[in-house]
């Protein structure tokens, strides 16, 4: 008898190398993502983040491994294919259409669907997430603030009622008061519509308060995976990515020991 299939997984990396000419810059990504579930990979600058998020949404094609959405097989298919699928990717730097007003930006997140009543459904949904974005519907979206663009960028990634939403460093450039914002309202919208998302930050602390589940990200690799709420518990984290200096004397210590260091 074959075992039940317990498998939830919405996205499936398996050994996923990118790279730019010669430069690696994902060497044997594994990674899931599952069902309704908020997943973080976290890394410092060049880790390879956004090579990551770029390779599943098929804006570059990998030199090896698969990646599986929704029990398909998408590796290196057409972007817009994927997005007909149902994963957005709001890319870094966000990328509204500057001369686009807000509500035409929006709209050109629905360019997939028919649906007239739940385009216009979901653009209240928006609009009660974001009120800004009602004020300044009419407006030029180069007009706005770069957190008002951020939100924007969300919510053009929402309007195409989407399964997957890839978020890449929505905390990029923005205030805390602003990133927390932000944040609470990426956190409502995965509770409240179910959205699954995958989220790349380096604002560490942020990213493992608002997420589920994590992967770690060092010059290419996945070097550790957890549970957030094990994560942000470990002394290593602590260290380099929460900048907690006690838990960095316990981290050196076990590291030295490790190495038969004293
Ligand atoms: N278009 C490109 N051409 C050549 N090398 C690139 C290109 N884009 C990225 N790289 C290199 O690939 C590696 C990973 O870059 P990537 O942009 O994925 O990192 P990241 O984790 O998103 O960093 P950041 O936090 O700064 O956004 C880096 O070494 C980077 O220099
Ligand atoms: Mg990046």
Redesign the pocket.
Known sequence: MTAPVTDNAVLKLLNVESA??P?K??RGVSLQVRRGEIATVL??????????LKTISGIIDPRKGSIEFKGNDITAQDPALIVQQGLMHVP?GREVFPLLSVRDNLLMGAYTRSDRDGVARDMELVFNYFPILRERAAQDAGLLSGGQQQMLAISRALMANPDLILL??PSLGLSPKLTKEIFEIVVRINRERGTTILL?E?NANMALNASDYGYV?EN?RIVMEDTCARLREKDDIKEFYLGMKEAGVRADRRWKKKKNWR
Do not use: R
Request: zero cysteines.
């Open positions: 730019y000419g430069i810059a994902i890394g410092s600058n060049g880790a390879g983040k956004t090579t990551i870094e890449d460093e790349v380096q990200l290419g």
